[in-house]
Each structure stands twice: as structure tokens, then as C-alpha cells.
């Protein structure tokens, strides 16, 4: 199975990761992995921290802004 270059980046992100919803465009940053998949080993969901206060999101709801 191939998995896509943005799929791999979202597998274990480090606390403190700059990350960006995909549902609203709300933007965080990773406080840590909140559950991972069956496996042990890559990250299911993130508690995130926006400006609205604390929230869970999905690896498959957020994606990495690009880094200049």
C-alpha cells in the first residue's frame, strides 16, 4: 500500500507542531498525540490547542502549513 507524503507527516507530530484544520481553517498547535491507531505506533488524533480553547482533532482533519 502507498501512502501519500502528507499522510506520513501526520503520523506522530511533536508537541509544540504548528498544525491547521482542514474542516474550518482553524489553526493550533499540538499539545499531544491523543490516541493512537491499533498498532501502537502511529498517532490516531491530537489534542490541539487553538484560539478557542483546547480541542481533539482528527490526523486525517489537519495538515502542516507550509514552511517558508
Aim: net charge positive; aromatic share 8%.
Amino acid at each position: 500500500m502507498k501512502t501519500t507524503p502528507a499522510t506520513n507527516a501526520n503520523r506522530n507530530l511533536k508537541p509544540g507542531t504548528m498544525v491547521v484544520s482542514k474542516v474550518d481553517g482553524e489553526p493550533g498547535k499540538v499539545v499531544r498525540i491523543c490516541t493512537y491507531r491499533r498498532n501502537g505506533c502511529q498517532a490516531w488524533s491530537y489534542l490541539v490547542d487553538t484560539q478557542a480553547g483546547r480541542e481533539i482533532w482528527h490526523r486525517g482533519d489537519l495538515f502542516l502549513p507550509a514552511q517558508a
